[in-house]
C-alpha cells in the first residue's frame, strides 16, 4: 500500500470528465431552464412563432412545442429529458407539450434558488411529491363534468387548443366542428365509456386552395389513383372489395425449368396464364364487387378484364389504409381470392378519383356508418397546411381526452392560479424544509399566467395580483383577458380544456424536474468517432 502513496488512481478512461456536486446540478438545470425559455415566448393564443432551418435548409415555422423540440438538434443530456416531456404529453393527450416543458423549467428554476439556500435536494424532491399529489387532488375538485352530448362545449375545446396556431386562427370555428363530429364519428362505446382511437382519423395534407377548404369525408381519402386509364373514374353506390393477394400469376416457390419447344408450346403457356388471370377476375365479378382494392399487385391483363366489366381498381394499397377502408365501408379484407363473397364487400356511397394540387388521389365518400374517417387539410402554402395539420392534431387530441375522462377545467392559467393558492395553504401545515418545497412547487405553477399575460403585452405583475386577488374571492374560473388586460370568467368565455392536458402537464413537469435534481455526478466519455484533436471540452456534449 506504502508503494502506491502518491500516485493516482485511473478509475476512467483518459478523455473522460467528471462534473460533481453543485456544478453538476447547475448545469443541468442551465441546460433545462434554456430548453423550458425557447417554448415560454410560444405559449398561449398570442405566442410568438419559430422558425426553424435544418442543414438542408428546410424551413419549419411553428410554435408547437412537441414540433419546435423535436426539429432541433439538442445535444445536452438533460435539455434531452425536456424533449422527453413534450414526447410523453403529446403522446398521452396530444396536447399541452409547451406547459409541460414550461412548468419543468420553472420548478427547476425555483429549486435552483432553494440549492442557493442549501436546502438539500432530496428535501426539495420529497417536497415536489407532496405538492404534486396535492395538486392532481385539487385539479380533480375544481374539474366539471363533460359528455359526448355536449357539442358546443366540445367545440369550444378545439378552439382554444387551436388558438395558438397562427395559420388555423381564421378557421378556428369550421375547423374546431370538423374535428368534433370526426371524433364523434369514430368513438365507441365500451362499458358505458368512450374508447376513441385517433388512429382512425386520417389527416391528409395537402396544399392548395385555402384552410377554409379543409374538408371532413365519411370515409377515406388514398393516395393512390386507378390503376388503368381504361376503369371508370367515378362509382355509385360502390360495393368494394379488399384484396391482401396478388391478382398475378405467381412464381413457383422453388427453382423451377420450364423447356419450351415450339411456337405452339409458347402460345399455349400465354394462353393458360391468361385464362388464370381471367378466372381471377370473374371470382372478383362473381361477388358483386364493383370496387377492388388490393394490397398487392394486379396484373396487366387482370387490370383489363377488370377495365372491360367497369370496375374501378387500385393496387398497392398500404396495410394501415386497408385496415382503415375495412373499418370505414365494413368490408372484411381477404388473402385468398377463392374465399371472396357478396357477404365480404364493404359499401360507399361514391367512389371516385379526383385530382387535388396536380395529383390523383381516390376518395371513398359517404360510408353507411364509418369507424374510420378522413381529414383532407388544405392550405396556401406547404407551411400552411402543416401549422393547419398541427392544430387539427392537437384539437384531436384535446376533445378526445376530455371525452375519455369525462371532466374539464377552464384555461387561461386560472387552474394554474387555484392550485397555486390552495398550495399554499396546504404549505403551512409542515414545519421542516418541505414547506419550502411546496411554496416553491406553487410559485413554478404561476409562470403560466404570467407567460399568458407577458405573451399578449400586458404587465405580467399586475395580472397576477389580480388573479390572486379573484381566486381569494371563489372566483375560480377566473383567468388572463389576453384580449382586453385583466381578469375574465374563462367558462363564460369558451376558453375550456380537458383535465387531463394539465393533470399530465404536472405529472411529466414534477417527475422530470426530479430526475434531473437527483443527479449529482456526470461521467462524459470522450467521443470515439472523433480524433482528440477535435474533441472540445473532452468529450462534453455542447452546453457543458
Known amino acids: 500500500m506504502n508503494q502506491m502513496q502518491g500516485q493516482p488512481i485511473l478509475v476512467l478512461p483518459e478523455g473522460t470528465l467528471r462534473t460533481k456536486g453543485k456544478s453538476a446540478q447547475e448545469n443541468n438545470i442551465a441546460a433545462a431552464k434554456a430548453v423550458a425559455d425557447i417554448l415560454r415566448t410560444t405559449l398561449g393564443p ?15 415555422i411553428t410554435n408547437d412545442g412537441v414540433t419546435i423540440l423535436d426539429e432541433m438538434e439538442i445535444e445536452h443530456p438533460s435539455a434531452k429529458m425536456m424533449v422527453e416531456i413534450a414526447k410523453t404529453q403529446n403522446e398521452e393527450v396530444g396536447d399541452g407539450t409547451t406547459t409541460a416543458v414550461v412548468i419543468a423549467g420553472e420548478l427547476l428554476r425555483k429549486a435552483s434558488e432553494l440549492l442557493d439556500q442549501n436546502v438539500h435536494p432530496t428535501v426539495i424532491i420529497r417536497g415536489y411529491n407532496l405538492a404534486k399529489e396535492r395538486a392532481l387532488e385539487i385539479l380533480d375538485k375544481i374539474s366539471t363534468p363533460i359528455n359526448m352530448s355536449e ?19 381564421g378557421y378556428g370555428v369550421k375547423l374546431a366542428d370538423l374535428v368534433v363530429n370526426a371524433i364523434k364519428q369514430v368513438a365507441e362505446k365500451d362499458n358505458g365509456k368512450y374508447i376513441i382511437d385517433i388512429e382512425n382519423i386520417k389527416r391528409e395534407k395537402k396544399h392548395g386552395g385555402s384552410s377554409e377548404d379543409t374538408e371532413l369525408i365519411r370515409g377515406l381519402v388514398i393516395d393512390k389513383e386507378v390503376v388503368h386509364p381504361g376503369m371508370p373514374k367515378r362509382i355509385d353506390n360502390a360495393k368494394i372489395a379488399l384484396l391482401d393477394a396478388a391478382l398475378e400469376v405467381k412464381s413457383t416457390e422453388t427453382d423451377a425449368k420450364i423447356q419450351i419447344t415450339s411456337p405452339e408450346q409458347m402460345q399455349s403457356f400465354l394462353e393458360q396464364e391468361e385464362q388464370m388471370l381471367k378466372k381471377m377476375v370473374e371470382k372478383v365479378i362473381a361477388s358483386g364487387a364493383n370496387v377492388l382494392f388490393s394490397q398487392k399487385g394486379i396484373d396487366d391483363i387482370a387490370q383489363h378484364y377488370l377495365a372491360k366489366k367497369g370496375i374501378l381498381s387500385a393496387r398497392r394499397i398500404k396495410k394501415s389504409d386497408m385496415e382503415k377502408l375495412s373499418k370505414a365501408t365494413g368490408a372484411k379484407i381477404i388473402t385468398n381470392i377463392d374465399d371472396l363473397t357478396k357477404s365480404d364487400l364493404g359499401y360507399a356511397k361514391k367512389v371516385e378519383e379526383r385530382k387535388i394540387s396536380d395529383e390523383r388521389m381516390i376518395f371513398i365518400r359517404d360510408c353507411k356508418n364509418p369507424k374510420a374517417v378522413t381529414i383532407l387539410v388544405r392550405g396556401g402554402t406547404e407551411h ?18 376530455a371525452i375519455e375522462l369525462g371532466k374539464i377545467v377552464p384555461g387561461g392559467g386560472a387552474p394554474e392560479i387555484e392550485v397555486a393558492k390552495e398550495l399554499r395553504k396546504y404549505a403551512e401545515g409542515f414545519s421542516g424544509r418541505e414547506q419550502l418545497a411546496i411554496n416553491a412547487f406553487a410559485d413554478a405553477l404561476e409562470v403560466v399566467p404570467r407567460s399568458l399575460a407577458e405573451n399578449a403585452g400586458l404587465d405580467p405583475i399586475d395580472t397576477l395580483v389580480t388573479l390572486r386577488a379573484d381566486h381569494e374571492k371563489k372566483k375560480i374560473n377566473n383567468g388572463v383577458n389576453i384580449f382586453k388586460s385583466g381578469t375574465i370568467d374563462m367558462i363564460s368565455q369558451g376558453v375550456i380544456e380537458p383535465l387531463k392536458i394539465k393533470t399530465q402537464a404536472l405529472k411529466s413537469a414534477a417527475d422530470a424536474a426530479e430526475m434531473i435534481l437527483k443527479i449529482d455526478d456526470i461521467v462524459s466519455a470522450a467521443k470515439l468517432s472523433k480524433p482528440e484533436s477535435q474533441q472540445s471540452g473532452m468529450g462534453m456534449p455542447p452546453g457543458y
Do not use: P
Not at 398570442?46 to 419549419?60: F, N, R
Not at 400552411?384 to 381526452?401: K, L, M, Q, W
Open 384 to 401: 400552411v397546411v402543416d401549422e393547419v395539420d398541427r392544430a387539427i392534431e392537437d384539437a384531436i387530441g384535446s376533445v378526445s381526452s
Open 46 to 60: 398570442k405566442g410568438m412563432d419559430k422558425m426553424l432551418v435544418d442543414g438542408m435548409g428546410d424551413i419549419v
Open 151 to 169: 357539442t358546443e362545449k366540445l367545440k369550444k375545446i378545439a378552439i382554444t387548443s387551436m388558438s395558438g396556431k397562427s395559420a388555423a386562427s
